[in-house]
């Protein structure tokens, strides 16, 4: 027979009244219902806790030995039900999030500002990588939550979709191009161009999209490379040449004085969103991070 806490309760309760009366009403519960917990406790314990010859109910040896260990058990079992019934009430845990360096830069900490306004006491660890590496550190439950284009591979992941990003063409400050309301592939392959680093998603999208215009010429006059969209920005910056970057990154590419085209023929469009492992429950604060995220501005565009 194993022992229960209302066992354990109950015994706690009569030991420090001595009075199955007294501990009857601490715990709001029937007398004849303390007296068979705290049977079905030496049941299982083998042998008795009380003394019942006096008129008080007197701890045994046994009983007097036990009662220590009883209250530090209920004492560990209250404090475990507590932590988890706060973190169920998000007044304690850990937020753990990855997200592709373009999103953490330029959304990720709105959305960030308005969770820990509901929820100040959550912890929030944050990985800002490579779009690669997002989809690993979710596979591999290092983050909870990932925030990335699309993957073309899901896996065992899920993709929540929050919005839809577009390539825009970022120009110095001057360049001959920029007078015009939108460009073509076609008109950067013209330019000296600044790519993101082989082997990256956005490399592998520019290449396709150059790719898909036929015309002489259509091919990049690629000048270099670089593993971070930030970097990208500022060579532009400098005059260097033009470059394509998602439009996630618009508000930061003006803030380095760039000039920020759409660019059509073809209009470059994918998905961002939040990947989950499939399998598993999300946590409390992850859920309420979603739920933040779903509301956004960009959510709600994506909506209509």
């Keep these: 027979m194993s022992t229960t806490v209302k066992q354990l309760r109950a015994f706690v309760a009569v030991a420090r009244t001595r009075s199955l009366a007294e501990a009857s009403a601490q715990l709001h519960v029937s007398q004849p219902a ?13 042998g008795p806790l009380f003394s019942r010859d006096a008129r008080q109910l007197v701890l045994t040896p046994e ?12 004492h560990n079992w209250d404090n475990t039900l507590d932590a988890v019934q706060q973190r169920f009430r998000l007044q304690q845990g850990q937020l753990s999030i990855a997200a592709i360096p373009a999103f953490a830069l330029n959304q990720l900490p709105e959305l960030l500002r308005e969770f820990h306004q509901r929820h100040p006491d959550i912890n929030i660890v944050l990985e800002d ?41 970022v120009l110095p400050a001057g360049h001959r191009l920029q007078r015009r309301k939108a460009l073509r592939w076609q008109d950067l392959a013209r330019e000296p ?13 520019t290449d396709i999209a150059f790719s898909q215009n036929k015309e002489e010429g259509a091919q ?20 260097l040449g033009v470059s394509a970057v ?14 920020c085209k759409p660019l059509t023929e073809p209009a470059l469009t994918h998905q961002v969103g ?30 209509k």
């Excluded at 993957?151 to 929540?160: A, V």
Aim: contains cysteine.
């Design 246 to 259: 998602p439009s996630l990154c618009e508000a930061q590419m003006q803030s380095y004085g760039l000039i």
């Design 129 to 169: 990588i490579v779009m690669e590496r997002v989809v690993h550190a979710v596979q591999q439950g290092r983050a909870e939550l990932g925030i990335s284009f699309r993957p073309d591979d899901l896996g065992n992941l899920s993709f929540t979709p929050i919005g839809d990003d577009r390539f825009i063409a």
């Design 220 to 239: 990049p006059r690629l000048l270099c490379e670089a593993n971070q969209l930030s970097t990208i920005g500022r060579l532009v910056q400098t005059g």
């Design 63 to 74: 009983g007097a030995t036990f009662v220590e260990r009883a209250q530090q058990l209920l």
């Design 274 to 303: 939040v990947l989950v492992r499939e399998s598993g429950t999300l946590s409390a604060p992850a859920q309420a991070f979603l739920s933040v995220a779903l509301g956004s501005p960009q959510a709600a565009e994506k909506s």
């Design 34 to 46: 303390i007296s068979i917990a705290i049977r079905s406790l030496e049941d299982s314990l083998g």
């Design 193 to 205: 161009f600044i790519a993101m680093n082989r082997g990256s998603a956005v490399r592998r999208w």
